[in-house]
């Protein structure tokens, strides 16, 4: 595709449901970053992918997140048990070696 | 691993003054430093970036330099315009995990 593609855009769930966030990062961009982003604030890192080296988990906040990335490809953030305080956006990231190119966020809200 | 400080938090400042926003990292092995500006409800996206073996780079109204022996590079903006305001990001790494600051909010008024 043209760019990093992110969905759903926005997501509402109960508090304690699971959901799970997708990542399509540019054709060929072998690293792969999930960051947070609450409500005026800076870049939360999550993880990052590269290539076929193990994740880097160190920004994950809890046993309730995690990530997976198939095939070098497409990535998955699963939120378990999702709390209020997991309220943000969302942003994927992909880079070939340099330039690091976001895609437009998943707005999740937890009620 | 890389750790990015970023100064200040926020900057206000009348059309036409410059802006600075500078940052630090640690990692001696960094080589790329890109700076992406974020408009409100927009996806963060690079405006300017630079490379270890340049001291400064310009675009238009925007530069950044880069002191590789002080681990320090900076954003200037001249003449600022009310479209500047948004949150910058600093950024460094290179072929490693690229770190990000904690981001500066520019506010220019009119």
């Known amino acids: 595709g043209a760019g990093v593609s992110q969905s759903p855009s926005n997501k509402v769930t109960e508090k304690g449901k699971d959901v799970e966030l997708r990542c399509d990062p540019i054709s060929g961009h072998t690293a792969l970053y999930w960051y947070r982003q609450s409500l005026g604030q800076g870049l939360e890192f999550l993880i990052y992918?590269?290539?076929?080296?193990?994740?880097?988990k160190s920004g994950l906040p809890s046993d309730r997140f995690s990530a997976e990335r198939t095939g070098g490809s497409v990535s998955t953030l699963t939120i378990q048990r999702t709390q209020q305080e997991d309220s943000a956006v969302y942003l994927c990231?992909?880079?070939?070696?340099?330039?690091?190119?976001f895609g437009q966020g998943t707005r999740l809200t937890v009620v | 691993g890389e750790n990015v400080e970023q100064h200040p938090s926020t900057l206000s400042v009348q059309e036409g003054d410059s802006a600075v926003i500078k940052c630090t990292y640690s990692?001696?092995?960094?080589?790329?430093f890109p700076w992406y500006k974020q408009e409100l409800g927009k996806r963060p996206q690079l405006i300017i970036d630079i490379r270890s073996n340049v001291g400064e780079k310009k675009d238009q109204r925007i530069a950044v330099t880069l002191n590789k022996t002080a681990k320090h590079f900076s954003l200037h903006i001249t003449e600022t315009q009310p479209e500047d305001s948004a949150v910058y990001f600093c950024?460094?790494?290179?072929?490693?995990?690229?770190?990000f600051g904690t981001g500066t909010r520019l506010l220019v008024s009119p």
């Open positions: 950024a460094a790494g290179g072929f490693q995990k690229l770190v």
């Open positions: 990692d001696s092995a960094s080589n790329y």
């Open positions: 992918f590269q290539g076929n080296s193990a994740p880097d």
């Open positions: 990231a992909s880079s070939l070696h340099t330039e690091a190119f």
